[in-house]
């Protein structure tokens, strides 16, 4: 049972280089995020998805784009790295059953660096 | 603006001590208050939850206080162990609302050393 797998692990990436960041879950959760975490600011959202071919802006959306083509994987994209985007990133899954969610799951994580 | 306020940002506490972290909140929509243990090199793991209808939830050696009027609600860890020792965040969301996904707001975390 595997959860949420986010693949790689750790990257370096010189300014002005674009990447790929796969998150993927075996939950068949229906909601998926991106989060970053940054020393002493906590958690922040940046895009996030409620469901296949759906994605929505999160509190620090800027220079990173998403989609998710299939259920199971959410992906994150820097099309032009900076080095304010260096950060550890979070993928989460959940689901919900009537009118209540359950099941925030996060990934193991994926440290960027930009240099 | 920050929704969640979370102090303090470490502590350290001897080995069978009460550790307390506390947060507040100013969105009285949030309707669901789970606190996150995340040890170095490891994604966040939900750690126990409070919903706003109860004041008090405890799940063995840690508790939940959650104080509806005051809009804060608190971790206590009783008989602390080094084992303990971790960054806790303390988050809110609405989650059962029916709007579809539930996007937590995180306090900026504490962390906690637990010395023996």
């Known amino acids: 049972n595997a959860g949420v797998t986010q693949t790689p692990k750790f990257r370096v990436l010189k300014t002005g280089q674009s990447m790929t960041l796969l998150c993927a879950q075996d939950m068949n959760h229906e909601y998926m995020y991106w989060y970053r975490q940054d020393p002493g600011m906590g958690l922040r959202l940046i895009h996030y998805s409620v469901g296949e071919g759906t994605t929505a802006k999160g509190e620090v959306p800027d220079g990173y784009n998403v989609s998710r083509l299939k259920k199971q994987n959410f992906l994150l994209g820097l099309e032009s790295a900076a080095p304010s985007q260096t950060s550890v990133y979070f993928c989460a899954s959940s689901y919900s059953k009537g009118l209540t969610n359950y099941g925030y799951t996060f990934g193991s994580g994926t440290r960027l660096t930009v240099v | 603006q920050q929704q969640v306020k979370q102090s303090p940002q470490s502590l350290i506490v001897q080995k069978g001590g009460i550790s307390i972290i506390n947060c507040a909140y100013e969105n009285t929509a949030f309707d669901y208050f789970p606190w996150y243990q995340q040890f170095p090199g490891k994604g966040p793991a939900l750690l126990i939850a409070?919903?706003?209808?109860?004041s008090e939830k405890k799940e063995g050696r840690f508790t939940i206080s959650f104080n509806k009027s005051a809009k804060q609600f608190s971790l206590h860890i009783m008989d602390s162990q080094p084992g303990d020792s971790a960054t806790y965040f303390c988050?809110?969301?609405?989650?059962?609302?029916?709007?579809?996904?539930?996007?937590?707001?995180f306090g900026k975390g504490t962390k906690l050393s637990v010395i023996p």
């Open positions: 409070i919903r706003p209808d109860v």
């Open positions: 988050a809110a969301t609405i989650a059962y609302s029916g709007a579809g996904s539930y996007q937590l707001t």
